[in-house]
């Protein structure tokens, strides 16, 4: 059953288009924008947890580097405690320069029944005006042996444009 454009509360007279997203397609206005979602994870778990990346992305009107300093002042700010949060450090994808950001938990949190020390990478990079955050996040002991591999996978990330 198809709706019409009036039907979801939308203005009459879109031109709309089919558009797919590796295989998943939607007929929607042309004037919309992709905020698609892009999630990974490995196949095998380690220590009861599979190694996820996380791709998002999003319009703003700053600069990466705010952007970057905004998220880390925020977890910082509202984060649980006992978070260990580092530096922003320079850090350059396939096709555009970034800030990375990562954090982990001192002490062990409560996952499925299990107390585990989980990191997370937050890597932040802009091309043409859309701004793109890549997230990394596993067992902390995990990252801590695997950081060169997880670090290259990031690295490898082209963003469209």
Known sequence: MS?????????????????????LTIDAPKAFLDRSTLVLRSPDAQGGFRLNIVITRGRTEEDVEAVAQHLRDTIERNGPEGLVLGDLRPFTIKNAAGQALEFKHAEPIGLEGALVSMTRMHVIAERNGTTFHIIATHLSDWFDANRSQVEGMLKSVGLPG
């Open 3 to 23: 709706m019409s454009a009036g039907a979801l509360g939308l203005m009459s007279g879109w031109e709309t288009s089919t558009r797919d997203f590796d295989g």
